[in-house]
Structures are given as C-alpha cells and as structure tokens.
C-alpha cells in the first residue's frame, strides 16, 4: 500500500540551527501539508503546497520556515533557527486531489524534532 | 476563531464496553469533518462526513453528523484493546478556491482495558 514516508524519524539540534526535514509523499498526489503536534497539544497546520507553490500557511510558519518541493519526489520542511518551542512532532500529509473532495489526507509516521 | 472541541479528552473502559466520543466544532467555512485514529504516530483516517444524518459505518465504528447543531459522535461497540488510540477530530475550512486546512481537535485518548 502506498504510503507517505518522511526522514529521519527523529532529531535533536541545538538551538539556532538549521534544520531540513523530508517527506516522500505518495506518487500520484498533487497536494502537499506540512502539520505538527508539540507534546501533548493538537495537531497544527503550518502550511499546505501544491503546483510548486505555497497554497496557504498558518500563522505558526513565519519567516524561519520554508518549504520545498527540489525535485520530483520530495517535499521538505526547512527551519531555519530552531527555537526551544520548535520541538514537536511534523507530520508531512498529502493527497490526491483538494482534500474536502476526497476527505482523506495521508498522514506520515512524522518526524521527532527535538531542540536543545 | 476556528475551533474543534472534542470531549472528553480521555476515556478509560473495558473490553466489550459501547463507547460514544463528541466532537463540537465552530468553524467558518466548514466543508467536511474527519475521524483518524492515532496510535503511535501518524493519524489513520477513519471517516468523512459531510451531510447531516447520514451514519458511515466500518465494522464495529460509526460515526454521525449533525450540521445545524455543529457537532459529530462516534461510536464504537464491542472495544477491544486494540481500539486503544487517540481518537482525532478534524474539519476541513475551505475558503474561496483554497486548498483549506483541517484543523484538528485536542484528541479523546481512549484506554480499553481486558
């Protein structure tokens, strides 16, 4: 079954570095979402993509995130100064067609951000 | 500003036992609302709903919509310790030619005791 894979699944840095985290979403999809969840708290949208572009973003993605589709296959998450409160789990999600006309978005395992 | 509210946070009932999760939402361009299940990681998606009294089943869950009050049950009957989860609430804000998010609500973590 097809599915969406995201790297690494986790990974500490210290606080002010970069990050780049990856998401292979599945084949055929043409929508792409960025979420994440802090311990504890809900999931969060921070961003979704399609056609190349930035469809929409939350006020969480300020200008120390960045998204990126490089080449055919990946879609990733840049941050670029970590901060302490940037720990949380990223969830990359993404969809075959807009999601309210299938309903169902694909979920990754998600990628464990840990700033120290 | 847009919400989803899901009670109650968590839940605690033994194998066998029939159990209802509310989700409550406020949001202003709804589209569709969403069940996933989550266990260990990434959220698995249960059902959508987007008509009012119309139930969708999937085995031993269910789940309903009711559009003029603003909210969604699921039930499940006969638990099983593998119905231990996260339960996730989610409904999908479109606005204009947008792509929308879902906006998720905090979670009913459910606990199925033997």
């Known amino acids: 079954e097809p599915e969406v894979t995201q790297t690494p699944s986790h990974q500490v840095t210290q606080m002010g570095q970069e990050v780049i985290l990856r998401c292979v979403p599945i084949?055929?999809?043409?929508?792409f979402y960025w979420y994440r969840q802090i311990l504890g708290q809900k999931v969060e949208f921070l961003v979704s993509?399609?056609?190349?572009?930035?469809?929409?973003k939350s006020e969480i993605f300020d200008d120390q995130f960045s998204v990126e589709r490089p080449d055919g296959s990946n879609f990733t998450l840049k941050i670029r100064s970590t901060k302490l409160e940037d720990s949380a789990m990223y969830f990359c999600?993404?969809?075959?067609?807009?999601?309210?006309?299938?309903?169902?978005?694909?979920f990754g395992e998600g990628s464990r951000l840990t700033v120290l | 500003e847009d919400k989803v509210v899901q009670s109650p946070l968590s839940l605690v009932v033994h194998e066998g036992d029939t159990v209802t999760l509310n989700c409550s939402y406020e949001?202003?361009?709804?589209?569709?609302l969403l069940w996933y299940k989550q266990e260990k990681k990434a959220p698995t998606f249960l059902f959508m709903l987007?008509?009012?009294?119309i139930e969708k089943k999937s085995g031993r869950l269910s789940s309903i919509l009711d559009k003029k009050e603003l909210f969604s049950i699921l039930n499940i009957t006969a638990t099983q310790t593998g119905d231990s989860a996260v339960y996730l609430c989610?409904?999908?804000?479109?606005?204009?030619?947008?792509?929308?998010?879902?906006?998720f609500g905090k979670g009913t973590k459910l606990s199925v005791k033997p």
């Open positions: 999600a993404s969809s075959e067609a807009r999601g309210a006309f299938t309903g169902e978005l694909f």
């Open positions: 989610a409904v999908w804000n479109i606005y204009g030619g947008s792509q929308g998010n879902l906006i």
């Open positions: 987007t008509s009012s009294g």
């Open positions: 084949s055929n999809h043409l929508y």
């Open positions: 949001v202003t361009n709804f589209r569709s």
């Open positions: 993509f399609y056609n190349n572009e930035i469809s929409e």
